[in-house]
């Protein structure tokens, strides 16, 4: 007899309820409901998994508890929210998904992995693979962005480099995917609200990510508090019990979000607390994380007869499989035994400021105002973002204290140590005080350049920070229409140095700064990588993973919309349109520049015609026309004319990256399997279709400035 079922078998009732109970131990605070002391509980079995425990000597104290003091010796499942790094941060994951590095997504989550291993910790509450296209929502900042195969590429991604190879390593972690299924389409963008979409959007888009993270081996999969189409997910047995372990096969443990379960009594699904531990426990849900539904609800649901010890046991099954998966029954301790070297940690410094580098997004730059001048002697610094070392954690910012994140002023300081830096904060983030305001300006004057950090806190973006006007907060914009004032018809450039979770919603800024940089919040290394770009140590990569609007009204906006039966036509008014704003966003999907000049030609396709087993590649040439070595990336579309059902007008397939001295001509090659072509039929089942499709490269989602090739699919 196996380990597990011996264990199962000597159990008490109370004790299988533990190892389906995770409760926090109170080192943060991540919803709404902050437990007591559970130290007798561990002792009694009566709690087998924590979360919000971090430091050697703290998850040993626990540790200790449970494998000496309770009667079975079970280890404890510990947790934390390990989401863009743990006490060295990377970009959040909106700004590391502007990277569209693969490479370098799976890198973070391995020294995210490592750093919290080497801290005890056995898993994570990541990756979050949300497909987000309403930045009102304040989770976007957590998200992949507004596209399903960024989010799939992501998943893989995350999923390897929090894994490892092997779960019993000592410095793998459990990574768990989040939050299945549809959170990112939260009614108005407000969080927590319904969630009421189509099955074909469902699938199509929302299911895509963690359909790949079940096929990279991911451990743990969380539903979302939310409701889908009136079925609250932790109780959605369609979704996952039949889809998520019957469909993708996905066998791991499922873990409810926090305080989810007994959040369906005010659902309106269940009566009282028995009532919904069953329901969620028939839907597969085998974690219950501080509700205390389990303990206290599932031995009144045995006598009511709406549960059954066999599917307690199941559940009992599924999380000592994963303990044992990640090597706690042999060694509980193997975390955090030996300690990161300061070489360790310097190497995870240095990666954060490359990939902090590659998160950054430069939207404009007019008359090549940047980098900036090699002769500027005097810089202004300004704003309430420019010494701002806490916020430039962003959200969830894990371990980490609020000091020690290179800050923009602290960055160009160090990269420039022979000009004279000016600074003041001018107002603050949220304040109304216009006091300081002249102080800034007076900055200004004699400045050779002007950096103006504006954006919004931290806090304002993540779990629980929807925002329904998406301008700069407070009294920023006077502080920037001041400045503006200032220099006007001078030669003294202002450059935008723009933090947030989201697009922020700021066309008059974009128009009146002569260059914006969308940092969005980049961790550890802010500073650094920030003054990295702008004194051109390194040429801007980075590139929207969101539409970003241009208007509020717009939202929620994003590239692969269906076309319409009346598409907009400027000679008609009876089209597709607003009356006052253009239709586009004021940047695309993959819009970002560089410190090159890139031009697309010469697109190939392999084959005229593919059926459905075949493999298209695809080659386009690109020519870096600047004065400056710079990468570019590629992407690529498609586009099926005419189908049984509407396709989007632009479809997803794929992406690269070339990097180019001037002057340089490169190619780039791009594959995609006939297979990736098969959408959706009426009936919800994958078909391949024949027909015309076209296959678009470029730089960004704008269809003008895509080359445009055409296949044949073929029965």
Not at 492 to 500: C, R
Not at 608 to 617: F, K
Not at 669 to 695: H, R, Y
Request: hydrophobic share 45%; aromatic share 6%.
């Amino acid at each position: 007899m196996s380990r597990v079922e011996d264990l199962i078998n000597r159990m008490t009732l109370t004790e299988k309820l533990g190892q389906l109970t995770m409760t926090a131990c109170g080192m943060a605070v991540t919803g709404p409901t902050i437990a007591g002391d559970s130290t007798e509980a561990i002792k009694s079995g009566a709690i087998g998994n924590l979360l919000n425990l971090v430091g050697v000597e703290n998850v040993r104290e626990m540790q200790d508890l449970a494998i000496k003091e309770s009667r079975l010796g079970i280890p404890l499942l510990i947790g934390y929210d390990v989401i863009h790094g743990h006490r060295i941060l990377f970009p959040i994951p909106l700004g590391e998904a502007s990277s569209f590095d693969p490479e370098a997504w799976t890198l973070s989550a391995r020294e995210s992995a490592k750093e919290a291993a080497a801290d005890g910790l056995a898993m994570t509450f990541a990756p979050m693979l949300d497909v987000a296209r309403d930045p009102r929502w304040g989770r976007i900042a957590e998200s992949p962005g507004e596209d399903p195969l960024v989010g799939a590429r992501m998943a893989e991604a995350k999923v390897r480099g929090f894994q490892g190879t092997d779960l019993a390593q000592a410095d793998a972690l459990a990574a768990c995917a989040k939050h299945y299924l549809a959170y990112g389409c939260v009614t108005a963008g407000r969080d927590y609200a319904p969630v009421d979409i189509s099955d074909r959007t469902l699938h199509e888009v929302h299911m895509v990510p963690f359909a790949a993270a079940v096929s990279a081996g991911v451990a743990a999969i969380m539903p979302s508090f939310t409701d889908l189409n009136g079925v609250p997910m932790t109780a959605n047995q369609d979704l996952l019990r039949d889809w998520l372990r019957g469909r993708l096969g996905f066998d791991g443990v499922v873990i409810s979000d926090y305080n989810a379960i007994a959040e369906l009594i005010r659902h309106g699904v269940a009566a009282d607390l028995a009532e919904a531990a069953a329901l969620a426990l028939k839907a597969g849900v085998d974690i219950d994380m501080m509700a205390d539904a389990y303990r206290h609800g599932l031995p009144v649901a045995l006598e009511r007869g709406t549960v059954s010890i066999a599917d307690i046991d199941q559940s009992v099954r599924r999380v000592l499989i994963l303990k044992e998966r990640l090597g706690l029954f042999e060694d509980p301790y193997l975390r955090g035994k030996s300690q990161e070297s300061a070489g360790a940690r310097a190497q995870r410094r240095g990666l954060a400021r490359q990939i902090a580098a590659r998160s950054l997004v430069m939207l404009k730059n007019a008359g090549d105002v940047l980098p900036l001048s090699r002769s500027a002697q005097r810089l202004a610094v300004i704003g309430p973002l420019a010494n701002a070392s806490a916020e430039m954690r962003g959200v969830w910012w894990g371990a980490a204290g609020p000091e020690g994140h290179v800050t923009v002023l602290e960055g160009l300081r160090a990269a420039l140590p022979d000009a004279k830096i000016l600074h003041s904060e001018g107002v603050g983030i949220e304040s109304a005080d216009f006091s300081g305001i002249a102080g800034g300006v007076d900055h200004c004057a004699a400045a050779d350049a002007i950096v103006l950090c504006l954006g919004e806190a931290a806090v304002m973006s993540g779990e629980a920070s929807s925002r329904a006007h998406l301008g700069l907060p407070g009294i920023q914009q006077r502080l920037a229409e001041a400045i503006f004032e200032r220099v006007q018809g001078s030669a003294i450039p202002v450059i935008v140095i723009l933090f947030s979770g989201r697009p922020l919603i700021v066309p008059w800024l974009v128009e009146r700064a002569d260059a914006v940089v969308a940092a969005w919040f980049p961790g550890s290394e802010a500073g650094n990588a920030i003054a990295d770009v702008l004194t051109g140590r390194l040429s801007p990569s980075g590139r929207t993973p969101v539409s970003w609007p241009r208007a509020a009204g717009q939202v929620p906006i994003f590239f692969s919309e269906r076309p319409s039966g009346r598409p907009f036509d400027a000679q008609d008014r009876f089209t597709s349109k607003y009356l006052d704003v253009a239709n586009e966003p004021l940047f695309p999907f993959g819009f970002g520049l560089t410190y090159g000049r890139f031009e697309f030609s010469n697109l190939k396709v392999s084959s005229p015609a593919i059926g459905i087993n075949d493999v298209l590649t695809i080659q386009v040439d690109v020519t870096n026309g600047g004065a400056r070595e710079a990468q570019e990336t590629v992407f690529l579309f498609s586009h099926d004319k005419v189908a049984s059902v509407s396709r989007p007008k632009l479809e997803l397939r794929g992406f690269g990256k070339i990097s180019l001295l001037p002057g340089e001509t490169g190619t780039v090659t791009l594959s995609l399997s006939a297979a990736e072509l098969c959408f959706l039929d009426m009936q919800l089942k994958p078909v391949f279709e024949p027909g015309e499709v076209e296959i678009l490269v470029g730089p960004c989602a704008d269809r003008t400035q895509l080359l445009v090739a055409s296949v044949k699919l073929v029965s």
